[in-house]
């Protein structure tokens, strides 16, 4: 049972493109919909978040799109560099625990 | 150092033994959490606690047992080692619901 769907698997950009990572929930009890950031031989590390109560949420080269009404929200990376080559998990999470249940992940690759 | 820590970083046992993952997170955060990351299913939640001696169930908790005792401690054991749980371990700590959960480096356990 996946309750979080993220797509696509693998993104290959040119640098300086924008990279697009979709996912979809089911359950509309999720209040905090996160994305982390995962390198190689790391652990995952915030990168950013939002609520429902937004459309959507910048910070700098980094925007969630958030569709309350879809059940969907995506990552658009502006601008993309090498360095933003890394692998992309949406999450989601609701009660109080923060129970995060994270998506399947996104491998991304920014070519020079 | 002020974080999160999770030792050992690399472990191989063999099937049938018992083996625990150790986490130590210096913020005093109340929530606490162990992941496993394995290919194609990004981050399941094993276990989680919102407080000392406070634990509970995550999706995958069949095989390990949690403890903890003090907050800034929260041990992962697997009581006797299966091959389906070779898999890359992360904890994670938080310090109120819907915030942001910081990770440990991880521990890469491989059972034989």
């Known amino acids: 049972q996946q309750q979080v769907k993220q797509s696509p698997q693998s993104l290959i950009v040119q640098k300086g493109g924008i990279s697009i990572i979709n996912c979809a929930y089911e359950n509309t009890a999720f209040d905090y919909f996160p994305w982390y950031q995962q390198f190689p031989g790391k652990g995952p590390a915030l990168l950013i978040a939002i609520r429902p109560d937004v459309s959507e949420k910048k910070e700098g080269r980094f925007t969630i799109s958030f569709n309350k009404s879809a059940k969907q929200f995506s990552l658009h990376i502006m601008d993309s560099q090498p360095g933003d080559s890394a692998t992309y998990f949406c999450a989601a999470s609701s009660g109080g625990y923060n129970k995060l249940i994270f998506g399947a992940g996104t491998r991304l690759a920014v070519h020079p | 150092d002020a974080g999160i820590t999770q030792s050992p970083r690399y472990k191989i046992t063999e099937t049938g033994r018992q083996v625990t993952l150790m986490c130590h997170q210096t913020w005093s955060h109340s929530y606490m959490f162990w992941y496993r990351q394995d290919l194609g299913h990004g981050l399941r939640l094993i276990y989680y606690s919102a407080a000392a001696d406070i634990t509970d169930k995550g999706e995958v908790p069949d095989g390990y047992v949690v403890s903890r005792s003090k907050t800034e401690n929260f041990p992962l054991t697997l009581e006797s080692a299966t091959r389906s749980q070779t898999s890359v371990y992360f904890c994670?700590?938080?310090?109120?619901?819907?915030?942001?959960?910081?990770f440990g480096q991880g521990t890469r356990l491989t059972v034989v």
């Open positions: 994670a700590s938080s310090e109120d619901r819907n915030t942001e959960a910081f």
